[in-house]
């Protein structure tokens, strides 16, 4: 069956293009700082936000149209298998992810479940066969369904968190099944709605023996993917334990597994901790820690999880300066976390929002190489820091001070000239760089 009759594959046809259903500044094939576009971005399609999102809100119930929702059970996900291949055969990614319960439903028991995931991800294996498309990375729901209102790893009660250890143990196993590149823990609820009854030591240490659990499961079945922690500060509960990178990186250190996990950065979590994309792209980045993208971005006047497809291209290039400078993303990628609008109904809405964030991240891929190929930023920093390449800033670099000699050397001076941080100047120069990339 056709699930998406009225497009076919999506093509490079550049800037000026008016065609809703081809990419203007993407072109897979394009070689930027010696490798092609493809393998820099590698853009993987979120499974639960393309095919089983409904698009209802808090106020009104699903608008999205879909031609596989005329099923039920298996054979709703079984379509919505077909349904996804043909997507991403037209679309031409490389990638995609899913949760486990996205895939396939749950059932009244977790063996029932597991013979559910069983169907589907043979379904899945075989059409894999016949396609380019790989899988990025999978991870277990352990939020969704009313067994985890109090968490999953950091539940107060054992069971959940032995039901948990066991969705993810499958988890796993799908994804060595499966070939996957990375595997995500996201912690949905794995925070406290308020400290009056929390256990915040033995939560966070069961959360952290869970992590090695999984870590040693792993080596078990010779699964050597990358492990990826997504940090959200928020929503649903009150306060989430992988607050942010940095928090999540003291986590991870507090807890011996620095080496083992790095992080999927989502943009819109980003924001909701009250920092930019870049500022968690970099802390990660300079830690040896950027794994991941989950590409999306928050609408400015509203203060939770929106999951917008991200058209900020200004956003776009401070994103791929930070991933350049990474050297890539390894097994990781630009995954679409990112949702159509609820008024963004059709099916044939789906194309066009992944083919605004494959432009989107193109163009700032484009400008981010030209801004690292001219040492733009590089230049600005080396200035502004001058002073610690020698003398007295040299030998506090080199830790060859200390507050005894720091103190001659400040009684010693007569007068300390600081230079212009220049913001309004480098802000125009990236717009310059930015409006002047496609200019032929």
């Given at each position: 069956m056709t699930y998406f009759k009225t497009v076919n594959k999506v093509n490079y046809e550049g800037a000026a293009s008016t065609n809703p259903y081809a990419f203007k500044f993407y072109n897979p094939e394009e070689v930027v700082g010696g490798k092609t576009m493809e393998e820099i971005l590698r853009f993987g399609v979120a499974y639960w936000h393309t095919f089983t999102e409904d698009l209802s809100d808090p106020f009104g119930t699903g608008t999205a149209i879909r031609p596989w929702n005329q099923y039920k059970g298996l054979d709703l996900a079984k379509a919505r298998v077909e349904a996804a291949f043909e997507f991403f055969e037209k679309l031409n990614v490389p990638y995609f992810c899913f949760h486990d319960v996205d895939i396939a439903p749950e059932g009244d028991t977790l063996k029932e479940t597991n013979a559910n995931l069983d169907t589907i991800v043979a379904m899945i294996k075989n059409y894999m066969k016949d396609s380019k498309v790989k899988l990025l990375w999978n991870t277990a729901n352990n939020f969704s369904h009313p067994r985890f209102v109090h968490g999953a790893a950091s539940s107060n009660h054992a069971d959940v968190f032995a039901y948990a250890a066991a969705k993810v143990k499958k988890g796993l196993e799908v994804g060595k099944e499966l070939g996957a590149e990375s595997y995500v823990f996201w912690g949905g609820r794995e925070g406290y709605e308020t400290l009056l009854n929390t256990d915040m030591k033995l939560e966070m240490d069961n959360l952290g023996r869970f992590f090695h659990m999984a870590v040693d499961y792993s080596k078990e079945i010779g699964f050597d993917a990358q492990f990826l922690i997504e940090p959200k500060p928020k929503e649903p509960t009150t306060h989430q334990y992988d607050f942010d990178v940095a928090s999540g990186y003291a986590f991870l250190q507090r807890y011996g597994l620095q080496d083992d996990f790095k992080f999927n950065i989502e943009a819109n979590h980003a924001t909701l901790a009250g920092h930019t994309f870049e500022h968690e792209l970099r802390y990660a980045r300079i830690h040896g820690m950027l794994g991941s993208v989950d590409a999306n971005q928050g609408h400015p006047l509203l203060g939770w999880d929106t999951d917008e497809f991200p058209t900020d291209i200004y956003s776009n290039v401070l994103a791929m300066y930070e991933i350049l400078k990474n050297n890539g993303l390894g097994n990781g990628?630009?995954?679409?976390?990112?949702?159509?609008?609820?008024?963004?109904?059709?099916?044939?809405?789906?194309?066009?929002?992944?083919?605004?964030?494959?432009?989107?991240?193109?163009?700032?891929?484009?400008?981010?190489?030209?801004?690292?190929?001219?040492?733009?930023?590089?230049?600005?920093?080396?200035?502004?820091?001058?002073?610690?390449?020698?003398?007295?800033?040299?030998?506090?670099?080199?830790?060859?001070?200390?507050?005894?000699?720091?103190?001659?050397?400040?009684?010693?001076?007569?007068?300390?000239?600081?230079?212009?941080?220049?913001?309004?100047?480098?802000?125009?120069?990236?717009?310059?760089?930015?409006?002047?990339?496609?200019?032929?």
């Open positions: 990628g630009l995954n679409f976390d990112a949702k159509v609008r609820r008024g963004s109904f059709t099916p044939e809405d789906l194309f066009r929002a992944h083919i605004a964030g494959m432009d989107g991240f193109a163009v700032g891929l484009k400008v981010a190489q030209r801004l690292i190929d001219d040492k733009v930023l590089e230049n600005i920093v080396d200035d502004r820091y001058e002073s610690y390449r020698s003398g007295i800033g040299l030998d506090i670099v080199e830790g060859k001070t200390d507050f005894h000699q720091l103190e001659k050397h400040a009684l010693e001076l007569t007068d300390i000239t600081n230079k212009s941080g220049k913001l309004e100047q480098i802000k125009a120069t990236i717009n310059q760089y930015l409006l002047t990339t496609f200019v032929k």
